[in-house]
Nanobody, 120 residues
């Protein structure tokens, strides 16, 4: 099983980023997929999730209205588009698979994550 996150970087406040998670080694469309993040000194938290077929999504209040999660079951990838980024969004972002798409529910070993830094 592999989870490989990419697309992070340094962005100014108000900017946008598109994160991608490329997966392999499991039946991708059988699982909900979620994005998580961990800021320095803080616990990892759930950010957004999407059901296996992609029909249902959920977002944490702190990104609702600013982020869109999507998945491509033909490519085994899940993406997170983030806009209106704030310094508080600075964190390492991870993806994971689980049963639920609207809460913390991570079943697989974590990948390396992708660093998002929001700073002027």
């Amino acid at each position: 099983v592999q989870l490989v996150e990419s697309g992070g970087g340094l962005v100014q406040p108000g900017g946008s980023l598109n994160l991608t998670c490329t997966t392999s080694g499991f039946t991708f469309d059988a699982y909900s997929m979620s994005w998580y993040r961990q800021a320095p000194g803080k616990d990892r938290e759930w950010v957004a999730g999407i059901s296996g077929a992609g029909y249902s999504t959920g977002y944490a209040d702190f990104v609702k209205g600013r982020s869109t999660i999507s998945r491509d079951n033909s490519k085994n990838t899940v993406a997170l588009q983030m806009t209106s980024l704030k310094p508080d969004d600075t964190a390492v972002y991870y993806c994971n698979a689980g049963e639920r798409y609207n809460a913390y529910d991570a079943w697989l070993a974590w990948g390396q994550g992708t660093q998002v830094t929001v700073s002027s």
